[in-house]
């Protein structure tokens, strides 16, 4: 049972445009969200984070919205540049002694120049 | 800044063999893990160990073993490869009780 979902497999966006990427969840004892960003052939990157307190995460041309009722996180990417086309995961965890994360299945953004 | 290494980039085995992959970091983490990435779906958690000999199975533990003898060093292990553990694997660290992991490049595994 996939805990945490990316129902969009692919996005395609115009250079300078708005990227947005939506992750959805079913546990409500996730408490910590994070987003990674993948290169092939790479190692994911952690990109930014948003604890379950917060509804709202911003780091440069990135932001982070959780809506906590609708079990629903998004990262907005403003102005997208050629280089953000990479595989996007987010991921959740309910910590405890381990901090175990639950990943999506990822949504490959395509920013056209 | 940390660093996360893994044995190999590419690796191509033989259905039946015994496969170990190597992960080595470098900051004195406490916490590592292994996953596979495949298409569709996303990171899958293999093991982790939070300890030096410890080490507890993850989502998908089967037909995996891991072995935890020093800190920095965390192997992987395929006691007899078959076909679908062809895949991607990725080892990530954590300091303590915080979230963001710290992944190495990943090696490609394949079995024929």
């Known amino acids: 049972d996939q805990q945490v979902k990316q129902n969009s497999p692919s996005l395609s966006v115009q250079e300078g445009r708005i990227s947005i990427l939506n992750c959805d969840y079913t546990?409500?004892?996730?408490?910590?969200f994070l987003w990674y960003k993948k290169y092939p052939a790479e190692g994911p990157t952690f990109l930014i984070s948003i604890s379950s307190i917060k509804d709202k995460n911003e780091d440069g041309r990135f932001t982070v919205f959780l809506n906590k009722s609708a079990k629903h996180l998004s990262l907005h990417i403003v102005p997208s540049q050629p280089g953000d086309s990479a595989v996007y995961f987010c991921?959740?965890?309910?910590?405890?002694?381990?901090?175990?994360?639950?990943f999506g299945t990822g949504t490959l953004l395509a920013v056209q120049p | 800044d940390v660093k996360v290494t893994q044995s190999s980039r590419y690796l191509v085995k033989r259905t039946g063999e015994k496969v170990f992959l190597e992960c080595v970091q470098d900051m004195d983490h406490e916490n590592m893990f292994w996953y596979r990435q495949d298409p569709g779906l996303g990171l899958r958690l293999i093991y982790f160990s939070y300890d030096v000999k410890m080490k507890e199975k993850g989502d998908i533990p089967e037909g995996y073993s891991v072995s935890r003898e020093k800190k920095e060093r965390f192997s992987l292990i395929l006691e007899s490869a078959s076909t679908n553990q062809t895949s991607m694997y990725l080892c990530a660290t954590t300091r303590g009780l915080t979230y963001e992991q710290y992944f190495g490049p990943g090696t490609r595994l394949t079995v024929t």
């Open positions: 991921a959740a965890s309910y910590g405890g002694a381990t901090n175990k994360l639950i």
């Open positions: 546990n409500s004892m996730f408490d910590y």
